[in-house]
């Protein structure tokens, strides 16, 4: 399968600081990648489709002045916490969607991160 | 609005019998599905895809797609005490956004 790399895989940081989250695509490009985050014992919730050379797309409730979305390239999406609250330590994993044969969407995930605010 | 629906479980089996875990889509128009496998703590992990109904096997997995029913299972042989994880059924929505049903929660006791 594909291969999705997210780093760093576990950062605490100290409220009111921010954190960047890197997602990439190790052998395929991407021209949309999704933001989930979990908490404990819960499902994925979709935060946000990032689009490469455009405005990431976010979903309802999720703050974009707060969780900026960067897709600079096909390869790298990234994931800025900003204002960093302790309310916003939760996993946080990325996906990006390989086509394949034009029909067919496979998502794979990176490693996810860690985010704990202290 | 697109859904998939999975029994939250857990479900429990014994060490070496087949667990089967189900999922029912109410997108029509879909030709992709998929098992993911998500340990605790981890984010999940592509198992099987299955475009064309009827069954697909991968080793000790077999992914069985009923499009008129809108059905999905999944089945594992031999199950082990490391697959124990959960398992999440889903489908590429509109614009490819993946649709995740909640997770079957899968226990192997030895």
């Known amino acids: 399968g594909a291969v999705v790399s997210q780093h760093p895989s576990r950062v605490i940081c100290k409220s009111g600081t921010s954190v960047k989250i890197e997602c990439r695509s190790l052998d395929f490009q991407a021209t949309t990648m999704f933001w989930y985050r979990q908490f404990p014992k819960q499902s994925l919730m979709l935060m946000a489709t990032s689009n490469e050379g455009s405005k990431a797309t976010y979903e309802q409730g999720v703050e974009k002045d707060k969780f900026l979305i960067n897709h600079a390239s096909l390869t790298l999406s990234t994931l800025t916490v900003t204002s960093a609250h302790p309310e916003d330590s939760s996993f946080y994993i990325c996906s990006a969607t390989l086509i394949k044969g034009g029909t067919h969407a496979e998502a794979f995930f990176g490693q996810g991160t860690r985010l704990t605010v202290v | 609005q697109k859904e998939v629906e999975q029994n939250s479980g857990p479900l429990s089996v014994p060490e070496g019998a087949i667990a089967s875990l189900n999922c029912t889509y109410s997108?029509?128009?879909?030709?992709?599905f998929f098992w993911y496998r998500q340990y605790s703590g981890k984010s999940p992990e592509l198992i099987m895809s299955i475009y064309s109904n009827g069954d697909k096997e991968d080793g000790r997995f077999t992914a069985q797609l009923n499009k008129a029913s809108q059905y999905v299972s999944l089945l594992i042989r031999d199950s082990q005490p490391s697959d124990s994880a959960t398992y999440l059924c889903a489908f590429p929505g509109g614009s490819y956004i993946p649709t995740f049903g909640r997770g079957t929660s899968l226990i192997v006791h030895p």
């Open positions: 997108d029509r128009v879909s030709q992709s």
